[in-house]
């Protein structure tokens, strides 16, 4: 099996556009990611890549930190990259980006994202901006992202 990206690819930190930033999703962030995809679940399912997502589904805030805990291992074993999005008008958590390997043994990456039903209009921006981020700054060559 191939690595997700190669091992001297240095992963990026953080995106910053106008509206909003990303930075890696960790357990520090367990509060504001519960209430951001907790209020807008039904806005989340029916967001393009998520229709035949198990998730999301109400659950407690103790196993919302367990998922939280994957995701920062996952980031750290390089195994896929998961960002939660902040307005940049105070750093409220409004969303989150998935960077993962593809279903299969296939090459590029599947990239799904979602903001909260109350950021709707920042569904399109985030979408551009992470292809665009995607383009530019990963080492992917092919990407499945759910179009807007």
């Known amino acids: 099996m191939t690595s997700f990206v190669p091992d001297d690819f ?26 951001a995809w907790m209020s807008s679940i039904e806005h989340i399912r029916s967001t393009p890549g998520f229709q035949d997502w198990s998730w999301p589904q109400p659950m407690a805030l ?31 958590i409004i969303g989150c980006v998935y960077i993962y390997p593809p279903s299969g043994d296939g090459p590029g990456a599947d990239v799904r994202s979602w903001v909260r039903a109350d950021r709707a209009g920042l569904d399109v921006p985030l979408h551009d901006a992470v292809s665009g981020w995607l383009r530019a700054a990963w080492p992917f060559t092919s990407v499945e992202y759910a179009p807007r």
Do not use: I, K
């Open 10 to 35: 240095v992963v990026p930190r953080e995106l910053v556009c106008e509206e909003f930033r990303l930075e890696p999703l960790g357990p520090e962030h367990n509060e504001g990611d519960y209430q």
């Open 62 to 92: 103790a196993e919302n930190l367990g998922d939280l805990q994957r995701h920062a291992s996952d980031f750290t074993g390089r195994s896929g990259f998961t960002y939660t999005v902040r307005a940049a008008d105070g750093g409220e």
